[in-house]
């Protein structure tokens, strides 16, 4: 330590203890204040890529289309069959009550929805009111097997065993969050790409807050609207199994998972906390100090994230656990020199000792602290918006913590009265010490066992994969679970995907399409009669203006789509088709399923005529049913609609994008320009593949930090290659073990590499500055090598053991990458440590960084 800082530090706080450690307390108090400000955020924006243009796009095709949130309520009778009179009795009840809750726009069911083949109606009836099961003479068994076969419901509201449906309950589309969101974040992307001026900034900051606090109200609002639905569904769990599913559910729940997390990990690391430190020192002041320290370091930043409205995450719900964990571990390493300096030196004053142990450990501390900062700064390079506040909140925590440690600790020893030293009894020192025997006599065995560890580990990095279940992140008891395993299975897939189709880039088609509507083919006739690739072409049909052609008084306007011609809803049919016989993909919606529906209805092919007249014969109701959702006439856009299966375990959704892609370029003809892709499943696949290269660049920056610190800190590069090594095998052991195990990358275990490197090296620097230390006295490496163990080894088992049994504490997570972020690095903690107690010694006693030294 800087002699001058030092003296600053002596004389504005080991003199004056109780002043420094009053101080602490009203910081806390003040931070205190801000605590019933503390909010979470389980939104969608807090699971997608920062600057993530599709979102942009996202947010457009959704405001077009009129396509707004959404709750699922799946629906199996208990104790009779679906379609009888009692249940369906049972469901239209719940369906009305449903509806009557605020915020809901409709309710649709299979009580409600138009009935088109119970018995077949005409194209014609399709601009007026439909029959639906609720009517009265309607043949149920009819429209049941309308539900299972028809072209609109199969695979949508009825299950193929016909004994589970589903409401599907809808929330208006709130177009004041899409406009607040997308002023906010155009105004980011012109500050990441242009900057912006002094207006621009203010304006930004005002926008920033209107929406968040915009969003708080809605999320505040939805929360309270899932309960009420959580409470009218309970009063029908006597009578029918009821699933819950949907974005606006997810999101509550998840934040009720952050909550219990919180929860659990502090009560949980805290009685853990004082167990571990009342077994390790059996002292009331070594447990109560380093205890007071870590609550300490949890309040204040708490209160500090609460006062300026930073909101915790599924991912930084964490926060919590590894702050106190990382807090303990400064603690104990202070405390265990303290009690050496005591056993020792117990004739000198205790304020000597306070000031020689803070003078010591200080350096290889503050160290430690940067190291582990370094690893969640370079978390900040992520493009996961979550990943990055948690890398900030950490590095502010860790911060604190360090000052915290380097204030309570020593003042509260000088405070605390007489302590006496009971060192004796501890017998980790011995247990150390068989690491250091180990590597002395077994020091080959050392080498060949890491140089294993690499090969396997390299291996097994070469399987890691980023694909992965969303269903996957949640227990199986849970609602989420439930919901989407039923819906995926039984109700047409979970996740959706959307198409958006511009009109082609080719005018001469279209002009031929719109010749042929009316009724002008020109001196060539009909231009798609012979249309190469479909010799069998269903379009191809006799003349529309025959004498006895029912349609043959019609003249629609040429107003009509591209998409309602032959060559535009030929391609929607093919890529209709195409997509249904895709294993992954569930239920597909499009223009095509209109064309199948008039095609059973008139029982032949159509024309481009006939498809003009029964575009303009749907109308109303049906038209929401049948059109908007799947066209945009004018910007003559079509839309196609499909839901993944994520439990069908084959599901790519990279390389299902891909495959679509090609397929439209190449069987279809259209332009990639012209395509675009949407939804939930691209914003997701987006994420996932950007976390390889996250992985990347956050190791990268981590190692090249860390290398750059140890340079300063050692002087040495040979020490500082040496000191690194330990961690870099640490880290390829459990990114190794994750591919082996099939354990994929997600926002979780994504951090785990980075933060097993950060908190591993303070192993090695604690080890390397000791051994340096205990070098000089003899200049014998063994001799040394024994001394650092049982010395500096002690603190490094102890905080290991901290560590480790912190992090299992993550398993009573109901966040399934929460449970894994837990085990994975308390299995990387252990790795580290065997590297440090085995391999670092092993590579100091080969390659003599610190000279020839004695004989030894």
Known sequence: MASRFFKYYEKLILRHPVRSLLIVALVAVVAAAGLPRFKLDASADSLTLEHDESIDFFREVNQRYGSGDFLVITYTPRDADLFSAESLTTLDELQQRLARIEGIDSVSSILNVPLLYSPKVGVSDLNGQLNDLMTDGVDRALAKQEFLNSPIYRDLILSPDGQTTALMASFRVDNKYIELVGERDELRRKRSKEGLDSAEQARLRRVSKEFLDYRTAAQE???????????LVDGYRDRAELILGGPSMITADMIAFIQSDLQVFGIGIILFIVILLAIIFRQLPWVLLP????????????????????????????????LLIITLAVTIHLVVR?????????????????????????????????????????????????????????????????????????????VAGNIKNNDKADNSAAFTLKFSRLTERRGNWVLAVSLLALVCSMWGVSKLKVENRFVDYFRSDTEIYKGLSVIDAKLGGTTPLDIIIDLPKRPEIVEAAMAQVNGDYGEDGDPFAEEPGYDDDPFAVEDPFA??????????????????????????????????????????????????VATDLMEKPLNDLELAFVRQSIAGPNETLLVKPYLDESLDQARILLRAKETEGNLRRSELLQKISLYTQQELGIDSERVSFTGLLVLYNNMLQSLFQSQIVTLGAVFLGIMLMFLVLFRSPLIAVIAILPNLLAAGVVLGFMGVAGIPLDMMTITIAAITVGIGVDHSIHYVHRFRTEFVKDGNYIATMHRAHGSIGRAMYYTSISIVAGFSILVLSEFIPSVYFGLLTGLAMVAALMGALLLLPKLILVLKPLGPGANS
């Open 547 to 596: 004498e006895d052609d029912p349609f043959a008084e019609q003249k629609p306007s040429s107003e009509v789509s591209y998409w309602f011609t032959g060559d535009g809803i030929r391609k929607l049919d093919k890529l209709h088709r195409y997509l249904e016989s895709l294993p992954e993909v569930g239920k597909v919606s499009s223009l095509a399923t209109v064309y199948q």
């Open 221 to 231: 609002k939805s929360r309270e609207r899932i309960m009420q639905i959580r409470a």
């Open 338 to 414: 303290f009690r050496e300096y005591l056993r020792d030196e117990s004739h000198r004053p205790k304020y000597d000792l306070v000031r020689d142990t803070v003078a010591f450990m200080f350096r290889p501390c503050l160290y430690t602290v940067l190291t582990t900062i370094v690893a969640f700064v370079s978390l900040v390079v992520s493009d996961i918006r979550p990943v990055i506040d948690f890398g900030w909140m950490m590095t502010m925590g860790i911060s604190l913590a360090f000052a915290l440690a380097f204030t309570v600790i020593p003042c509260g020893i000088l």
């Open 291 to 322: 205890l007071i320290t870590c609550l300490l370091s949890v309040e204040i930043m708490l209160g500090l994230l609460s006062w300026v409205d930073w909101r915790l995450t599924v991912i930084s719900s964490n926060f919590v656990a590894l």
